[in-house]
């Protein structure tokens, strides 16, 4: 089946700082590929997804482009912010049976400090 | 409300002691997922309801794992018998369309079970 690997955390960043989260994944075909985030205390939210080689998802400033080449889909932003302290997955849906469930990484926790 | 709930957010429970974790889908969204996430781990996926069908339940640990969506809205997730490793956040989504269409899925807050 299909699976996702995710750059270990946490990361801690100083304000303003560039931001990449690595995610490699593999897959039977091109699947869509998604970014979520869980903010301490909430659950799940999507953060930005792509449904084809080559498409740039994009949320928040966040963005993250889907290079069947290299299998990956690297979570990026120019100038992170407090409120982003979270924790990012990465995750595709694994096919097989009655629907597409979803297969996450691990989770990435991101510190930022002002 | 336009999201999804579940209750109770927290659940402490005796070792041996049956729970029942309520999930409240957004309306009229067609797919329902319970997930499991163990501390310091990504989810994983347990069940998956087509309205009211049970169509993939490859997820659940053991026999002890049971849910149910009997009206096609609101699911439970029944846990016999529970043991420590049951200990973790127990996640429910739904999405608007059903079966094998990549949709997103909205994430409820979680129930956080904690087994003593």
């Known amino acids: 089946g299909n699976s996702v690997t995710q750059m270990e955390g946490p990361v801690t960043l100083s304000e303003e700082a560039f931001l990449t989260i690595n995610c490699t994944y593999t897959a039977t075909g091109y699947p869509s590929l998604f970014w979520y985030v869980q903010y301490p205390g909430e659950g799940l939210q999507l953060l930005l997804k792509?449904?084809?080689?080559?498409d740039k998802g994009s949320n928040k400033g966040f963005e993250a482009t889907y290079r069947k080449e290299t299998t990956s889909f690297h979570l990026e932003k120019g100038s992170v912010q407090v409120s982003d302290s979270a924790v990012y997955f990465c995750a595709l849906p694994n096919y097989g049976g009655a629907t597409n469930k979803l297969i996450f990484g691990t989770g990435t926790l991101l510190a930022v400090q002002p | 409300g336009a999201g999804v709930s579940q209750s109770p957010r927290y659940k402490v429970a005796k070792r041996g002691q049956d729970v029942a974790l309520r999930c409240d889908p957004i309306s009229g969204h067609v797919s329902l997922f319970w997930y499991q996430q163990a501390l310091g781990q990504g989810p994983e996926f347990l069940t998956y309801?087509?309205?009211?069908?049970?169509?993939?339940k490859s997820g659940l640990p053991s026999d002890r794992f049971f849910a149910e969506r009997p009206e096609g809205s609101v699911s439970t997730l029944k846990i016999q018998r529970t043991q420590q490793e049951d200990s973790a956040v127990y996640l429910c989504?739904?999405?608007?369309?059903?079966?094998?269409?990549?949709?997103?899925?909205?994430f409820g807050p979680g129930t956080r079970l904690t087994v003593l």
């Open positions: 989504a739904s999405s608007l369309l059903g079966g094998l269409r990549t949709d997103t899925q909205y």
């Open positions: 309801f087509q309205n009211e069908a049970q169509l993939d």
């Open positions: 792509a449904t084809k080689a080559d």
